[in-house]
């Protein structure tokens, strides 16, 4: 199946998708030389040379002395992208004021293409450092936001979106059968909130509580993480989801009636 619905390769052009692969490489690479594009790529030098010249001439790529990275011209786009979500400043506000209460970090990503996408993020006094930044996507089975959505998703969405990415493994921990995909889904529903145990990452647990609109579809998620030595027992099962749900609660409020 193809990652975006109907799309086909027939109605894809090659060219984009090679200035989109050398893109991705960029990020990947953390900056990259033409030589070394035309290698991961897999096209030649001077193809390469072509697209990072065409990318440059409008601001998306920096020659830094042979080496090219990304231009800050994509921070414009990714703002732009980044407040066409309905509600972001009420988000960011609630992911801050979690933060502060918890004192762990605390991100809300939504759901795009069968992946969940980071949209805010904050640090608490004690927050750990996670891969969670900006835009950045991960498998929805692996995180605990992500189940939270899934959860409130309807099940062929969900189905869909195995088929489409799978179950991989991030650590020991991470569901990868659909059965015990789907039973977890269910109590999550039951509970109201998701668990991550040393799923996505060794060491780090989390807390994922759904946004639902008031249209009774699910928006994204909230999710509190932290290292596993502070974040289990009392402090982990209740305390902290009944902190999230009120503050999610409260934001649902403000939706429904704003």
């Avoid at 309807?154 to 659909?178: C, F, M, W, Y």
């Avoid at 509970?191 to 807390?207: C, K, P, Q, V």
Wanted: net charge negative.
């Amino acid at each position: 199946m193809s990652p975006h619905g109907n799309d086909s390769a027939s109605t894809q052009i090659k060219s984009v998708n090679t200035t989109l692969r050398i893109v991705e490489e960029l990020k990947h690479q953390n900056g990259a030389t033409v030589s070394e594009l035309a290698t991961t790529v897999g096209v030649s030098k001077g193809t390469v040379h072509k697209h990072l010249a065409t990318l440059r001439e409008h601001d998306y790529v920096v020659n830094d002395n042979g080496k090219y990275r990304i231009g800050l011209h994509f921070l414009d786009i990714g703002g732009y992208a980044l407040h066409q979500f309905d509600s972001i400043k009420q988000i960011e506000s609630k992911v801050r004021e979690l933060a502060e209460r918890t004192g762990e970090t605390v991100q809300f990503s939504t759901e795009e293409h069968g992946r969940s996408v980071v949209l805010a993020r904050e640090a608490g006094q004690m927050g750990v450092f996670t891969r969670a930044r900006l835009g950045k996507r991960f498998y929805m089975h692996q995180i605990s936001g992500g189940k939270a959505i899934l959860a409130h998703l309807p099940k062929q969405r969900v189905q869909q979106i195995i088929d489409q990415h799978g179950l991989p493994a991030a650590t020991n921990s991470t569901i990868t059968t659909e059965t015990e995909l789907f039973e977890e889904l269910k109590a999550i529903r039951d509970r109201g909130y998701a668990f991550n145990r040393a799923e996505s990452t060794d060491g780090l647990h989390a807390i994922g509580v759904p946004l639902i609109g008031p249209d009774g579809d699910v928006l994204g998620a909230f999710a509190v993480a932290g290292p596993s030595h502070r974040m289990h027992s009392e402090r982990f099962e209740d305390e902290i989801p009944n902190v999230m749900q009120s503050v999610v609660n409260e934001i649902e409020l403000n939706l429904t009636y704003s």
